[in-house]
């Protein structure tokens, strides 16, 4: 965001990146994010606005949305270093609905930045370019129930369709996509106990590393949420929380609201779309936004502050 004369930033956006494969949830957390944070404080960048090619094309070139071949990765890199500086960025929109691209828009940084997308740092340069980068990482079982459902509930996609375009992707996850965990500051894994186990036994586990990792073990969480968030200590720094699919609702609803008591709605968080295509409410979900949402806050002072230090001495 500028002045009238676009030459001075208003302020120093925290970029946030929410990445992972197709139907691993990152509409769903990044919803509860901005929500919490403040929806006028906050602009989103869709990654899939990056594509080189309409999806007619990529099918032609027989190359799956995955493949870096078909991002343009160095205008995302040069758009994303923009943002930071509070800068605006134009690109042309992907449409959804039938693959190809929309018209040329601008996009005015807010505060935080949140950028979602399905390769959104897959090289350490890329991932330099944010202040928090976030990996959504749901177990094979869970990825395809999840994006079954959704596919088919609400993209108007067949199951043969979908059960297609899974097998077809495959590959090029496990290439493309999955090594960014690697990368991320905070990973989020989802696992089920077996393939029929329903949504409400997901467990939830939070593996975060350097400053993030930092951040939650000063705030001693586990002690609030007594044995149902497991704290652990990993090697080089790491912090994982283990979040039982029992964790109390009141418990996170109050800790939600003491967090964020002008924007916590106990009712808007923690929602995803169950069998039916209906609404159903999970608490480690409503978790991992307010703690996701919290981390941004928190590590978003320091952030300022050497911004502004920074600009003092030049
Ligand atoms: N923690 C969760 N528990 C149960 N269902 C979930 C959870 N997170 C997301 N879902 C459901 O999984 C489906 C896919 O989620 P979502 O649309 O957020 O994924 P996405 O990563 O944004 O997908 P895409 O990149 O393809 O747009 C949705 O139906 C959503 O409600
Ligand atoms: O949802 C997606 C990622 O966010 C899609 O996988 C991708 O953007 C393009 O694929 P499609 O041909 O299905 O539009």
Do not use: C
Request: proline fraction near 5%; glycine fraction near 8%; avoid cysteine.
């Amino acid at each position: 965001m500028s002045d009238a004369q676009g030459d001075v930033p208003r302020h120093h956006p925290f970029v946030l990146g929410i990445i992972g494969d197709s139907g691993s949830g990152k509409s769903t957390v990044a919803r509860g994010v901005r929500e919490l944070i403040g929806a006028e404080r906050v602009s989103t960048l869709e990654l899939d606005d990056y594509h080189r090619y309409s999806r007619a094309e990529r099918q032609e070139l027989g190359l799956t949305a995955l493949n870096p071949m078909v991002h343009n990765l160095s205008l995302m890199q040069e758009h994303l270093q923009l943002l930071r500086r509070g800068r605006p960025v134009r690109n042309r929109s992907y449409d959804h609905t039938d693959g190809s691209f929309g018209p040329m828009r601008t996009l005015d940084p807010e505060e935080v930045v949140v950028v979602r997308g399905l390769l959104g740092f897959p090289t350490e340069e890329l991932a330099a370019t944010y202040d928090l980068t976030v990996f959504l990482y749901p177990e094979p079982e869970l990825l395809f129930r999840w994006k079954l459902r959704r596919d088919t509930k609400t993209r108007g996609y067949t199951e043969a369709e979908v059960l297609k375009s899974i097998a077809r992707h495959l590959l090029d996850s496990k290439l493309y996509v999955l090594p960014q965990a690697d990368r991320a500051d905070l990973v989020v894994r989802y696992e089920v106990p077996d393939w029929d186990a329903p949504d409400t036994e997901v467990r939830t586990t939070l593996i975060l590393r350097r400053a993030a990792a930092e951040a939650v073990r000063r705030d001693g969480i586990g002690g609030r949420f007594g044995e149902h968030v497991r704290v652990e200590d990993g090697e080089g720094g790491t912090l994982t929380v283990h979040v039982a699919s029992t964790v109390s609702r009141e418990m996170v609803d109050a800790w939600g609201a003491e967090l964020f008591p002008d924007t916590y709605e106990a009712a808007h968080f923690g929602l995803h779309q169950d069998d039916e295509g209906g609404e159903a409410h999970k608490v480690p979900l409503a978790f991992t936004q307010v703690l996701i949402a919290d981390l941004t806050q928190r590590l978003r002072r320091p952030h300022e502050a050497a911004i502004v230090n920074a600009s003092t001495l030049a």
